[in-house]
Structure formats: C-alpha cells, structure tokens
C-alpha cells in the first residue's frame, strides 16, 4: 500500500510540475513577461503543495476507504448461509421482507367465522371480526469488540483478522438460534401448548452430561407417537410438523432402535427424517423446564440440578416465525488506531424469532422418577 502511494506522489508531482509550468508560462507570456520568473515560480510551487495536500488528505482516508469495501465483503458473508443446513430456523416462516426500520407491524387475525349445515334460519347473523394489530421490535445482537494487534497479525502464520470475523459470525449464529428455540418451547402446559413427560423405560443413567442429578425416563418412539396424537385431537395441520430432539433424547432413540443412527447422520446433508408426521431435527441448546410444573425457565437462568429438567421442543412451521434486519460492521483500522497500534472490529445485527401466536407448540421433556 505504502509503495502505492508513494507511485501516486510522483505522479501528482509530475502532474503539479507540468500544469504548473505551463500555466505559469502561460500567465507570464501574457504579461509580456519573462518566460521563467518569480511570479511563475511560486505559481508552480502553490500548485505543488496544492496536490501534495490532497495526496495527505487521501493517505489518511485511504485506510477508510479500504476499509469499507472490506465491510461489504465481510457484511455479505455475515449473511450467506446464516441458517445452516439442518437448522430448525430453516423450517420457519421467514418475516423479513416485512420488516420496517426493524420492526414488525401486523394484526393477528381474529376467529374464523361459524359454518352454518342446512340452516332454515334467516337473515344469517352477521359478525365483526376483530382483528388485534401487533408490533414487534427487532432484537439488538452486538458482538464484543475484538482487537489484533499489529505485532499478532506480522507474527501470525494466517490472517487472524479473517479467523476473527469468522468467530463473530459462529457467536451470532449461537446466540440467535439459542434465543429462537428458547423462544418457540412452549411457556407451560396448557390446551394449545402442551408439554408431555417422557414415558420410556425408567434408567439409573445420570444426566450428568447436562448437569442434572437424578433418575429419569427415556424419551422414546412411543412419546413422538402421543405427540402427534395431541397435535391431531387439536386439528392443527399435518403439514410442517417439526420437533427438535435435545440430544439426550435423539441418543435414547438411537438406544431404542439402532437402524436410526444412520437416519441422525444424514440431518446434516439436508436429508429429511420424518417420524409420525414430525421433520426430525436437533439442537444443542432447547430450553431447560422445571420437571415438576412444567414451567419453562427463564432464558440464561442457571438450571437446578435436582429440579430441572431437559426438553424437545415440537411447533407447526406456520405458527413460527424469524425475521431479520439492519445489520453493521464495526472497524477501526490500525492506521488509524494510533493508541492501539491495532484493527478492532466487532459486529450487530437485528434479529428476532418468536411464536406468531402462540399456540400449536409443544415440548416434551424428561421425567424424573422416585428415587
């Protein structure tokens, strides 16, 4: 870069040095003057210092200039492929063209009309639907600010700027798919969100591994059975029935039936498994329940190792929704970072997942027995 501007100095002082000359020369003939003189001279030498200031002034906004083609590249990559292949957010309803200077505007539409069989009565009664407008801000994710020293990135053996963008980009994802789960698992049990116990052989395997004590019973075929059996006395739509096993739950499966470990491989591929109607999927992180009420805890909220309880979480793909909106790089370049002798970035982007009206969702989570 350096090399750069300095090609882009000579060249200005060429240019300055022919211009000047002959705008000089030029004034000088016209004045009956001498071709060369003093008046000539510092004409030349004001052009000169003329285009060295705008060549400084460049220097200096150079780093910005680059700087922001940078930003676009990294802000496109940010977005492709933010729902990765087997991601549950990819079996939702996307409401981002919809949203305005990050928001959400819309009305939940209000009860579906009476169905009237051989009616003998008339006038046929008339009635308002009342629809309820609804607004929904998006959420704020913000992303710490990194720093790399200068030193780091001239001692480094790779481009540790790009390996820092990169854990921006997994640290979202995370946190936007974390909430997004957390957000469809049903708040209780109640008659348009049910939320089932496990109904599986009793085990004395310890869910050590989520940190929970205690005896539970296993998730099992039968309990996505029940499920779909809830799903059916309700009369939701048997198209876009999703459940996102908690990993405990898809290894008991994998207990119960062996043939499913292959099936489980393939989620990654994109490949569809579909059991009793569901599209099976996983995550990691599906919210954590109180075992005894079936409440949901509260997002971030430390689980109680003796209380608590680890959950699926099953919804209609129609019925929940993601929404994306403005999202920004932060970047300060070294040169012009002069206290820091380094680049610091650091990323935000406007996002929200939440159920649309918030019924057809389901959980089921596992039972603690007697000890």
Same mark, same amino acid.
């Given at each position: 870069m350096k090399s750069k501007i300095f090609i882009s100095f000579l060249s200005f002082v060429l240019t300055t040095l022919i211009v000047g000359t002959a705008l000089a020369t030029g004034a000088n003939m016209l004045a009956g003057e001498p071709a060369v003189s003093a008046v000539g001279t510092s004409a030349v030498v004001g052009f000169m210092r003329m285009g060295y200031y705008a060549l400084f002034s460049f220097e200096l906004n150079q780093a910005s200039f680059f700087a922001g083609v940078n930003k676009e590249i990294w802000l496109d990559y940010l977005s492709e492929n933010f729902y990765r292949t087997g991601s549950f957010l990819q079996n939702v309803m996307d409401w981002s063209p919809f949203v305005e200077y990050n928001? #959400?505007?819309?009305?939940?539409?209000g009860g579906d009309p009476t169905v009237l069989v051989d009616n003998t009565t008339y006038p046929i009664d008339t009635a308002q639907r009342t629809d309820t407008a609804k607004t929904i801000a998006l959420q704020t994710y913000d992303t710490e600010n990194t720093?790399?020293?200068n030193v780091e990135e001239m001692e480094s053996a790779y481009n540790k700027m790009d390996s820092v963008i990169r854990q921006?980009?997994?640290? #979202?994802?995370?946190s936007t798919h974390d909430r997004a789960i957390h957000a469809y698992g049903p708040?209780?049990?109640a008659a348009n969100t049910p939320v089932l116990l496990t109904g599986g052989e009793a085990t004395a395997a310890l869910l050590t591994e989520v940190g929970l004590t205690g005896t539970f019973k296993k998730f099992s075929l039968k309990d996505i059975a029940r499920l779909k059996v809830k799903f059916d006395l309700a009369d939701w739509p048997v198209d876009g029935r999703v459940l996102v096993l908690h990993p405990m739950h898809q290894m008991d499966l994998i207990e119960e039936n062996q043939n499913l470990f292959k099936a489980f491989a393939e989620l990654r591929t994109g490949k569809v498994l579909d059991l009793y109607g569901f599209k099976i999927l996983n995550y990691s992180a599906n919210p954590?329940?109180?075992e005894s009420t079936g409440a949901k805890k509260a997002f971030g909220a430390a689980a109680s190792a003796a209380n608590d309880t680890i959950a699926s979480v099953a919804f209609l793909e129609t019925e929940v929704m993601k929404a994306e909106g403005d999202q920004e790089m932060f970047y300060m370049p070294k040169s012009l970072n002069t206290t820091q002798r380094a680049d610091e970035v650091g990323f935000q982007k406007r996002f929200v997942a939440v159920p649309i009206r918030g019924v057809s969702t389901s959980a089921i989570i596992s039972d603690r027995t007697a000890a």
């Open positions: 928001t #959400l505007n819309f009305a939940d539409a720093r790399v020293r921006h980009r997994n640290a #979202l994802i995370q708040a209780s049990d954590v329940y109180t």
